[in-house]
């Protein structure tokens, strides 16, 4: 019995490694990239993820890439004039010991232009590469759900 038991963890354990999907670059953390499915005729789609810098230095996130996009951004979401407003940014910083969130309505990929929308359902993934100014550049695979995560670590 303990056995099986011994086994049937053994066999799970990576199963719940690749949900959580988190990547390492030197001192950064990232934290399951996920996207929301695309509507039909939906011309962006945006990622969202963690970044965390369990570093002495800052970094920042210079640039992002994808195969399914003909161009990527960065966006922060802004309160103005009484409106929430999307705009692009050129980088965003990832303080020292500090957890920035990509999510909706705050910091977020944009991806525009898009090649590949067969990505672009529920259960798929597709591959993106974040560009750190001093960690390098990391491929993340990026999960599509239908609905947000109940919650972000």
């Known amino acids: 019995m303990l056995k099986n038991a011994l086994l049937l963890a ?6 719940c490694f690749a949900q959580a999907h988190e990547y390492k670059a030197g001192p950064l953390l990232i934290g399951h990239p996920w996207s929301m499915e695309l509507p039909p005729n939906a011309p962006t789609v945006a990622a969202y993820f963690t970044v965390e810098n369990k570093g002495d230095s800052a970094d920042r996130l ?61 259960g798929q993934r597709f591959p993106m590469t974040l560009h750190f100014e001093k960690a390098g550049d990391v491929e993340v695979q990026v999960v599509v759900q239908k609905q947000a995560p109940e919650h972000q670590h």
């Open 62 to 122: 210079i640039s992002v890439d994808s195969p399914i996009a003909g161009q990527a951004q960065l966006h922060e979401h802004i309160h103005a004039d009484g409106l929430m407003k999307m705009q692009h940014v050129q980088a965003v910083d990832i303080p020292a010991g500090a957890k920035v969130s990509f999510a909706p309505m705050a910091w977020h990929v944009m991806l525009l232009d898009l090649t590949d929308r067969s990505k672009l359902v529920t």
């Open 10 to 15: 053994a066999l799970l354990l990576p199963a």
